[in-house]
């Protein structure tokens, strides 16, 4: 009785799980499909092949310089705030965990407050104007550092206890000197927490909209997710050429997920779990 | 000789850079927000006065920043229950059952979480569609279409709609966390409860859930922190409307903004900061003393 239970508890799990994965596939399939019709089939929004498939959309995306520039963009700018948020949370996790001083506490209360208070979004454009740092890929590479920071020093302050102090002492005992005690020996052993920051910087950079939205004007310095943003409210009649555009943003995304699925939904969670 | 050592082994200008680039953008314009919120600063002025509360008072008078509050209360708190309920649910399912394909089945619902939520706000204008949309052509399909709505023009639905949208891109995030925690209870507490004789029902309110508090934290104030500070998903899929029936805070912000009204948009982003704290900051604590040491 218990086995005929079993089956049955599973077949309605299996159910249940097949018809979740189908709510979560059918908007990307709606927008695969119709990105390959023409203007008046692509408005009905089926999820039925294309009658006459077509790549038109595609080369009407690809021609836009600003898709290009968009992709470029968003990579400089996930990649350098990635290396700067790594770099300097790391020096800062390694002082906090090791020292008791004031400083060193005030700073992580300061930072901790940075996880929970959100941006005041008004006074942060009058700072970068004043600073001439309005518009420009600096300006929003120093934002986005001071936004994602204070979670990765709250990480790594986290992974910090767990690397013994001896390990120091004995580098101290060899002559070593702090800055080399911590590129040659602390990075190394701080790995793990470094790629689940990584992880998390990437994916907040790279999905962010509000922060370029406010902060950059000069549409050559936009990254993808603005050009999103101002190519549907140009072709918003074109659902086609909309769908094309976002399968393109998608694809590299959903690729990177693919290969590397287990280390992100990992890092995505733990990172949570331990912030 | 040694503690000299010591002092230079950590030197305190490693924390230079971080205190520069943290205090820089975002320490310097939170606290020289609590000024500003003070003042009459807007695209008119060369000079600001300070005026006191006044902007308060103003926030608090306008039924459209009142609408926006309970909105953004309402769409924070729905997200925050129905995303867990949904995820903790689809994670017990997960957990209970030896099923082939979890972890196709894990990445599929996690997919949403690492997608830009603008597109996905794009997705669901097709999606929510009054004619050609999938929701109504699904609903006609299977006889309800008396259900199909105007899902993001109708007043009394749009917040919803949005509502479904954060819960449909964040479930799959939550469940992953409960599974984890899950995943992590020892099996010899199910056993010896099985020698008492507990029955399902029992387990998950005597052992299960008290052991997965953790997850259940994390997950609630990471949940409530976020869905507070929404605003692309409304900003593309409703712009606030109709009306300002979704108006956020966020998306309100945004509006005092474009109008030049710098000094109120100041004030409006300094309660949401203050909501956001008295609302995480008890729960992150009330959920902290339930939590079972393993």
């Given at each position: 009785?218990t086995?005929?239970?079993?089956i049955?508890?599973?077949?309605?799990i299996?159910v249940?799980?097949i018809l979740?994965?189908v709510?979560?596939l059918?908007p990307?399939?709606?927008?695969?499909?119709?990105?390959?019709?023409?203007?008046?089939?692509?408005?009905?929004?089926?999820?039925s092949l294309?009658?006459?498939?077509?790549?038109?959309?595609?080369k009407?995306?690809?021609?836009?310089?600003?898709?290009?520039?968009?992709?470029?963009?968003?990579?400089?700018?996930?990649?350098?705030?990635?290396?700067?948020?790594?770099?300097?949370g790391?020096m800062?996790?390694?002082?906090i965990?090791r020292?008791?001083?004031?400083?060193?506490k005030?700073?992580?209360?300061?930072?901790?407050?940075?996880?929970?208070?959100?941006v005041?979004?008004?006074?942060t454009i009058q700072?970068m104007?004043?600073?001439?740092?309005?518009n420009?890929?600096?300006?929003?590479?120093?934002?986005?550092?001071?936004v994602?920071l204070?979670?990765?020093?709250?990480?790594l302050?986290?992974?910090?206890?767990?690397?013994p102090?001896?390990?120091?002492?004995?580098?101290m005992?060899?002559?070593?000197?702090?800055?080399?005690m911590?590129v040659?020996?602390?990075?190394?052993?701080l790995?793990?927490?470094?790629?689940t920051?990584t992880?998390?910087t990437?994916?907040?950079?790279?999905?962010?909209?509000?922060?370029?939205?406010?902060?950059?004007?000069?549409?050559?310095?936009w990254?993808?997710v603005?050009?999103v943003?101002?190519?549907?409210?140009?072709?918003?009649?074109?659902?086609?050429?909309?769908?094309?555009f976002m399968t393109l943003?998608?694809l590299?995304?959903i690729?990177?997920y693919g290969?590397?699925?287990?280390?992100?939904i990992?890092?995505?969670t733990?990172?949570?779990?331990?912030? | 000789?040694?503690?000299?050592?010591?002092?230079?082994?950590?030197?305190?200008?490693?924390?230079g850079?971080?205190?520069?680039?943290?205090?820089?953008?975002?320490?310097i314009?939170?606290?020289?927000?609590f000024?500003?919120?003070?003042?009459d600063w807007n695209?008119?002025?060369?000079?600001?006065?300070f005026v006191g509360l006044k902007?308060?008072?103003?926030?608090?008078?306008?039924?459209?920043?009142r609408?926006?509050?309970?909105n953004?209360?309402i769409y924070?708190f729905?997200?925050?229950?129905?995303?867990?309920f949904?995820?903790?649910?689809?994670?017990?399912?997960?957990?209970?059952?030896?099923?082939?394909?979890?972890?196709?089945?894990r990445?599929?619902?996690f997919?949403?979480?690492i997608?830009?939520p603008v597109?996905?706000?794009?997705?669901?204008?097709?999606?929510?569609?009054?004619?050609?949309g999938?929701l109504?052509?699904?609903?006609?399909?299977?006889g309800l279409?008396f259900?199909a709505?105007?899902?993001?023009?109708?007043?009394s639905?749009?917040?919803?709609?949005?509502i479904m949208?954060?819960?449909?891109?964040?479930?799959?995030?939550s469940m992953?966390i409960y599974l984890a925690?899950?995943?992590?209870?020892?099996?010899?507490?199910?056993?010896?409860?099985?020698i008492d004789?507990?029955?399902?029902?029992?387990?998950?309110?005597?052992?299960?859930l008290?052991?997965?508090?953790?997850?259940?934290?994390?997950?609630?104030?990471l949940?409530?922190?976020?869905?507070?500070k929404?605003?692309?998903?409304?900003?593309?899929?409703?712009?606030?409307?109709p009306?300002?029936?979704t108006?956020?805070?966020n998306?309100y912000i945004?509006?005092?903004?474009?109008?030049?009204l710098?000094?109120s948009g100041?004030?409006a982003?300094i309660?949401?900061s203050?909501?956001?704290?008295?609302?995480?900051?008890?729960?992150?604590?009330?959920?902290?003393?339930?939590?079972v040491?393993l």
């Open positions: 009785m086995n005929k239970r079993t049955t508890y599973q077949t309605i299996y249940v799980c979740l994965s709510i979560v059918v990307f399939i709606m927008m695969f499909v119709n990105s390959f019709k023409g203007i008046r089939e692509s408005a009905l929004f089926r999820i294309p009658k006459k498939p077509t790549l038109t959309n595609y009407t995306v690809l021609s836009k310089l600003y898709f290009w520039r968009g992709m470029r963009n968003s990579l400089i700018l996930s990649i350098s705030v990635t290396l700067l948020v790594n770099f300097t790391a800062a996790a390694f002082v965990q020292k008791n001083g004031i400083l060193c005030w700073t992580y209360y300061a930072l901790f407050a940075g996880i929970i208070i959100p005041s979004i008004i006074p700072l104007m004043q600073t001439r740092i309005h420009t890929y600096i300006g929003l590479i120093l934002f986005y550092t001071a994602n204070p979670f990765t020093v709250f990480l302050t986290g992974f910090m206890k767990t690397i102090k001896e390990i120091d002492e004995a580098a005992i060899e002559g070593c000197g702090p800055f080399r911590f040659q020996l602390i990075i190394p052993l790995k793990t927490p470094l790629v920051s992880i998390v990437i994916t907040a950079v790279w999905n962010d909209f509000s922060a370029p939205f406010y902060l950059i004007s000069d549409s050559k310095k990254p993808i603005i050009s943003y101002n190519f549907v409210s140009q072709y918003y009649t074109d659902w086609g050429t909309v769908f094309a943003v998608l590299p995304v690729i990177v290969f590397l699925q287990r280390y992100i990992a890092g995505l733990t990172g949570a779990v331990k912030g | 000789m040694i503690k000299r050592n010591l002092q230079t082994r950590y030197p305190n200008w490693f924390l850079p971080a205190i520069f680039l943290f205090g820089f953008l975002f320490v314009p939170t606290l020289t927000s000024y500003y919120s003070l003042t695209i008119n002025r060369r000079v600001i006065t902007n308060f008072k103003e926030l608090f008078a306008d039924i459209k920043f609408a926006t509050l309970s953004t209360l924070s729905s997200v925050t229950f129905a995303r867990n949904l995820g903790l649910l689809f994670a017990i399912m997960l957990n209970t059952a030896f099923l082939k394909g979890r972890n196709l089945f990445v599929i619902v997919l949403p979480y997608i830009a597109v996905i706000g794009y997705l669901f204008t097709a999606i929510y569609h009054p004619v050609n999938i109504n052509q699904t609903l006609t399909f299977f279409g259900l709505k105007d899902w993001l023009n109708d007043p639905i749009a917040l919803f709609s949005t949208t954060d819960v449909w891109r964040t479930t799959g995030f992953v925690g899950l995943q992590a209870i020892p099996h010899e507490y199910y056993e010896s409860s099985d004789g507990a029955n399902g029902f029992k387990k998950l309110i005597h052992i299960t008290p052991l997965l508090a953790p997850s259940i934290t994390v997950n609630v104030v949940a409530l922190i976020g869905t507070m929404v605003f692309v998903m409304i900003l593309v899929l409703t712009n606030g409307g009306g300002y029936a108006e956020v805070i998306t945004m509006s005092m903004f474009s109008l030049g710098y000094g100041t004030a982003n309660i949401l203050i909501l956001i704290v008295i609302i995480g900051l008890p729960v992150l604590l009330i959920l902290k003393k339930r939590e040491e």
